[in-house]
């Protein structure tokens, strides 16, 4: 059986398996522009709250969490 997945970027069907060296991208194009629009922050992984350099964190703080 094979599995089909969307290309994140443009929607188009993607093989998963060997035949698709950019999965789950459909092309070198749209692996790119999805890495741009990750360095350019225009995509983000939401959080509770952001963290700034100057904030103290630690496992330790993690771990009482």
């Not at 970027?9 to 092309?27: I, M």
């Not at 749209?30 to 496992?59: F, H, M, T, V, Y």
């Amino acid at each position: 059986m094979t599995t089909v997945v969307k290309c994140p970027t443009c929607g188009k069907g993607v093989v998963w398996g060997e035949v698709s060296p950019y999965r789950p991208f459909c092309s070198k194009r749209c692996q790119l522009i999805d890495l741009g629009e990750w360095a350019d922050e225009e995509k983000r992984i939401p959080s509770n709250g952001d963290l700034n350099e100057s904030d103290e964190w630690s496992e330790e703080q993690r771990d009482r969490d």
